[in-house]
Structures are given as C-alpha cells and as structure tokens.
C-alpha cells in the first residue's frame, strides 16, 4: 500500500536533495556573488535591491534555469501570488496577489493585477497568458500601483520585458523538446544587426502541442490540450546618440481543445480527466487570436528623458463547450461565446535626476486608453428553458496624469511621494434574441455610460542602514473601475449585476538586504490592506450576476536567494495571508500560507569537457477557496508541487540537452470550478505529471 507524503516530507526531501548534492560535488568555496538584477518598476533603471516596493525579479537566464516556460509556471516563485489559467484556457490569465484578482475573465471585469509588455497594458485576459522565450527579465509588483502603473492596479503588476535588437553582432537560440501526451515544444529566435550601430532586428517564435490529458467518455475524444503558436518581431532604428526608435509587432494564435469540465458533485467516476459530453469534437472549440503593434521612442535631453509608447491590440476569441460535464443536452451547455475587442493606447511619460541644483528623481506623464468590446454569448442553463443569446458592446476611454518625485533628506535616507488623476468613462450596450428564432426581446434594450475620478497616491520612505541593507515603508491607493453586468440574461440584471469601483489602501514595511559577501540576499515585507467594494461573481440558476465584499488582509513576505559557493544556488520564499472579510467566509486564492524552496547546481566536467546543472523546486500552497467567500463546497485542500530538472551543456556553450518534470509528485487540485447550487458543480483538473527532454542551442 502507498503511503502519501505530507507537503513537510516533500519539504525535508528538497533541502536534503540540496544539502546532499552540495557535500557530494562542492569544489573549494569561492565568492560566488548572487546576481544583481536591475528592474524598471519606477519607471527608470535601478537595483532590485533599491527599490522601495515589493518586487520580485527573474531574469531570462534564470527563466531559463528554472523550467519557466509560460507565464503560469512563475506561481510558486513569488510569495502571494496565484497564477492560473481561467477556465482551464492556456492562453487566458487568472491572476491574484495578496488575495485579490480577477474570478471572471468575461470582458466587463477589468484585471487588478494588469500584465504589461514591453511597457503596453493588456486591458484583456485573454490571450495575455504569454510564453517567456526570448526574454529579457520579468517583474512582479505586488501591492497597488495607483500612481505609475495606475488603471485598475488595485492589487499589482507584472512587467515583461523583451530581448532588445542587437546593433553589433548576430546572436540566436533555439530548443526542441518533446514530452508527455507526445507534447512538442518548439522556439527560435535570432537577432540581426541590419545596419551596425543603427538598426537592428530580432524575431522570435514559440510553438507548443500536445494530445490531450483529458477524455470523453462518450466518443473517446481527447481534451485539455496545446496547440498554440505566438511571434514576436521588433527592429530597433538608434537614430543618433541620444534617441532610439522601436518598432514592435506580437501575434498569438490558439487552438487548444478545451479541458472539457469533470462533475465532481458527484464524480461518476472519480477520475478528474474524464467527462462526458454530448458535445462532439467539433461542436466543443476554442479559437483565441491576438495581435499588436507599438511604437516606442527614447530620448535623452539636457536635464531630463522623454519616452512615448503607442500601441494598438487587437483580441478575437470565440469557442463553444459543454460546462456541466455530463452528457445531458440542455444543462449549463456554452453553445457559443465570441469576444472581438480592439485597444489604442498612448503613453508619454518625462524622468530625470535632479530638478536645479537638488538631487530630486522625478516622472510626470499621462496615460490614454481607448478601447472597444463586441461579445455575445448564448448559454442553455436548463432543457427547459428557451436558450438566449446576449450581445453587448462596451467602449472605454480612460486618461490618467500622473507624476512622482523622490527627495534625498539624507546622503542615507530619501523620501517618494508620488499622485495620479484617472478619468475612466464606459459606454455599455446591449440587446437580445432568442436563440431559437431570432427574435428581439426589448425588455433587454440597454444603453448606459458609467464614469469614474479618482485621485490615487503613494508615499515612501527608503533608508540605507547600510551598503547592503536597506529599510523601507510604504503607503498608497489603488483601485479598480466598476461597469454593468455582461453576464446578465436579463434586463434587470445588467443593472442589479452591476460592479462598484474596488478600492485598496495599502501599508506595508521591510528591509532589503545582502549579507556574506553578497552570496545571501534576504528580503521581508509585512503588508495591512483595507479593501472596499471586492468584486465578484455569483452564478445561480437565472444567470450570473454580481456583488461586492469588504475585507482587510494582512501578511508577512520573505525573499531568499543564497549562493554558498560558486555554481550552487539556493532559493526560497514565505508568503502569509490573514483575511477578514465583512459578514464572514474568506476570499478566494487567499491561502493562509504559501512557500517555496528549491536549488540549482552546476558543476563543471573536468578537462572541459561542459557542465552538468541538477535543479528541483517544491513549491506548497495552503487551503484555499475557488470562489466567493460563502461558497466553501469549492474549498481547495493544501497541495504541493514538486519540479525538478537535469541538463547538460556543451563547453562551448552552443548546446545542451535537458530532462524536466513538472508534478512529479503527481497532486491533484481544481484549477478553476464553479458551482450552482442545487444544480452542478463542475472543475477543471491541473496537470498531471509530465516529463519533458529539450534539446537547446544558442549562437
């Protein structure tokens, strides 16, 4: 019979790993300093380590080291933080930081947690669950960002930043990798100096497929599928010493079967990748497009730098499926979801260093976001029930001035405080036929506008104790903007459905620190925020409506990276999370407590002869809510992932092969559900355990 490890068993088994390996194959210990990481999360270059924000950064090396292929793969690796894909879909993000996030991706709720790239806000969750190939470093921002990363940043911000052009020499990099389900991973990239020291160009492509994890019981068909294509191309025009010019252009197309839903209430055959669905393979699709262009221009000036970002997005996503997993016609059956959404934004922002003869730091820019959605849906939630289909449409204009300045009070100690004004403006529309004949129903005519102004703010105080360490406090606001229902199958619900406006305060403190000669680099925070008007969804027989929760959280954060000798490396990080919510329950994503810990190895083959890297990680999430704090039918028990790698590369570095696997330990948890009592309750599994071998080259 076999016994299951506990999450502390699986703990004790990676630190002994990692002790074991350091005994067996450590060389004479040398200075082996943990790397320094510079991030843009003021807007301007600075060391991780100076910045008086909780911020966790990832290299693309270190991506690279640690197995990171997609955006999902980064939970685990910060504290607090919960990335998923929503609704089971590979390319929609599901993202929550200190218990705040977005449950419904549906076009209405905007993301408190927006992801940005390369400096363009993603205003949709669709398609924004990126592969991180080719990258330059990415940044996670916990807490809100009411004044530089303002519009709807309640809860935080993620930052990728892609690899630049090269302007003097060609570099490239390539993998293949196959794997579980006969999974096939596939990403090129080269950069191209086009004229040496002025124009340079780099592209990069990503493909993944798979077969399936999971079938019909029905028709045999598999389900819960990669097929998934994406591009990225910029070309860099240095226009002379002081100004630089970057075009870019991104596309993603998926393809990727839906998961198909489980019934788990009850699970006919308590196998969570099986479902039965009258669905055929054909009538069950997902089809999600995306694709942009930004402009972005630098230049340096007498006394300050001016940056201006335009850009444009364009979303089509359209699918079908049957949500109640059982092969009963009519109940809660997606019989057809599009969503075709389009962004124009522009962003202007001036930094500098000094202001006169005063060391001030400084940034004032304005932000403009002018977006529109077309969806429409039709959903049969009993056989019973004529099915509907609703279309809505809602435009957006937003505009946001901001500025921020950081005054040394001391040669140790400086002050930042730092304001934003946002104006965010929605038109919201809608009607509706009955899907059977097509008829109008004009109690469903709807034609509103909602606005709202908000003065948002951040202060700071950051004090260098020391060379290497670092004490900060933190105050500011965040919010998130409120709109109708576009989840309503009436016309009082759009209304009564309708979001308020969320709103964060937030009060956190810590120390930034390295020790040891900068082979120990230790970070802590404690956080206290007060939240209004929670957004959430609530699904019940006659559709989806909405409704707000207040609640305060508070929570510890602790950062760990030590480099005990040359090629050895130890991480790890804490997240606590303490939630009282008005009127009782608990919020959704809101562990209790979150941890990880984990090392990479590399040891160097005598005679040159290339190197070995062992990695693994284990990372553990407490019990959790799926949804709103009444709901505890979709309570998630505590669960933990353990990840582990091996690779080899060449001497010259051009090639290496590597063995992975993801959920070794094979543990099982819902990714997403939702429940209508009395009628269904249905999840959508994780990813079993897979393996992966990659073989990797660069130029």
Request: include cysteine; charged fraction near 20%; proline fraction near 5%.
């Amino acid at each position: 019979m076999k016994t299951k490890q506990t999450h502390k068993q699986y703990l004790l088994s990676t630190i002994s790993c990692a002790v074991f390996t350091a005994g067996v194959f450590s060389p004479i210990p040398a200075n082996a300093d943990v790397d320094t990481i510079i991030v843009t999360a003021q807007k301007r270059e600075q060391d991780l380590q100076k910045v008086p924000l909780s911020v966790s950064a990832f290299s693309g090396d270190s991506l690279e080291d640690l197995q990171i292929v997609n955006l999902k793969d980064l939970r685990g690796f910060a504290p607090n933080l919960y990335i998923e894909p929503a609704l089971g879909n590979e390319t929609i993000t599901s993202i929550y930081m200190r218990g705040l996030g977005q449950i419904n991706p549906s076009f209405f709720f905007d993301a408190p947690v927006p992801v940005y790239v390369d400096g363009v806000y993603s205003a949709r969750a669709f398609g924004a669950l990126v592969d991180l190939f080719d990258i330059e470093r990415v940044e996670v921002l916990r807490g809100p960002q009411g004044t530089l990363f303002g519009r709807n940043a309640s809860a935080g911000a993620i930052q990728i930043i892609s690899k630049l052009p090269p302007l003097e020499e060609v570099d490239a990099a390539g993998n293949v990798g196959y794997g579980s389900k006969d999974q096939v991973n596939l990403n090129a990239s080269v950069g191209i100096p086009i004229v040496k020291d002025k124009v340079g160009a780099r592209f990069a492509l990503t493909y993944r497929r798979n077969d399936g994890f999971s079938t019909n019981t029905v028709d045999g068909t598999r389900s819960f599928s990669d097929n998934i294509l994406a591009g990225r191309a910029s070309v860099l025009f240095a226009l002379n010493d002081t100004t630089e010019f970057i075009l870019r252009g991104d596309f993603l197309r998926d393809r990727s079967d839906p998961p198909g839903a489980s019934a788990f209430n009850p699970d006919p055959d308590g196998d969570p990748f099986t479902f039965t669905s009258n669905f055929t393979d054909a009538e069950a699709f997902n089809q999600t497009d995306t694709f942009g262009f930004s402009g972005t221009l630098k230049s340096e000036f007498d006394g300050f730098n001016l940056t201006s970002i335009t850009a444009y997005r364009d979303v089509f996503t359209t699918g079908a499926a049957d949500g109640d997993g059982r092969a009963i016609p009519g109940i809660f059956e997606n019989q057809g979801t599009t969503l075709d959404e389009w962004q124009f934004t522009q962003e202007v922002f001036l930094s500098g260093d000094s202001l006169g003869e005063t060391d001030i730091e400084w940034t004032a820019g304005i932000f403009y976001l002018h977006e529109i959605n077309d969806s429409d849906f039709s959903i049969s939630i009993l056989p019973f029930i004529p099915a509907t289909r609703q279309f809505f449409q809602q435009n957006t204009n937003a505009l946001g001035a901001y500025g921020q300045v950081t005054y040394p009070l001391t040669d140790r100690l400086d002050v930042t405080g730092g304001a934003r004004y946002t104006w965010d403006s929605k038109d919201f529309m809608a009607n509706q036929i009955l899907a059977s004949t097509g008829a109008t129903i004009p109690s469903f005519d709807f034609d509103d506008n909602t606005s709202v102004y908000r003065w948002t703010w951040d202060a700071s105080l950051n004090y260098a104790a020391t060379d290497d360490i670092n004490l900060y406090a933190r105050a500011g606001t965040g919010f998130r903007a409120g709109n109708f229902n576009g989840n309503a199958f009436s016309g009082a619900a759009i209304v009564s459905g309708a979001l308020r406006t969320e709103t964060v305060f937030n009060v956190e403190g810590g120390f930034k620190s390295q020790w040891f000669d900068d082979r120990l680099r230790l970070n802590a925070t404690y956080f206290y925020q007060e939240v209004t008007d929670i957004q959430f969804e609530l699904l019940t027989p006659s559709g989806i409506t909405n409704f707000s929760a207040t609640a305060t959280l508070q929570g510890v954060e602790l950062e760990a990276v030590a480099t005990p000798f040359d090629g050895f490396e130890i991480f790890g990080n804490l997240g606590t999370l303490k939630d009282k919510v008005e009127g009782g329950g608990q919020l959704p994503r809101a562990a209790a407590y979150t941890y990880q810990v984990g090392f990479n190895y590399t040891l160097p083959l005598p005679n040159d002869r290339g190197s070995i890297r062992v990695g693994t990680n284990y990372a553990y999430t407490d019990d959790y809510l799926q949804g709103r704090p009444d709901d505890t039918l979709r309570t998630i028990d505590g669960f933990g992932i353990l990840d582990a790698s091996a690779s080899y590369e060449a001497p010259n570095g051009r090639w290496s092969f590597t063995i992975s696997g993801a959920n070794l330990t094979d543990e099982f948890y819902q990714v997403s559900s939702f429940n209508i009592p009395g009628l269904v309750t249905v999840q959508n599994p994780n990813r079993p355990r897979t393996w992966l071998a990659t073989i990797g080259f660069k130029y």
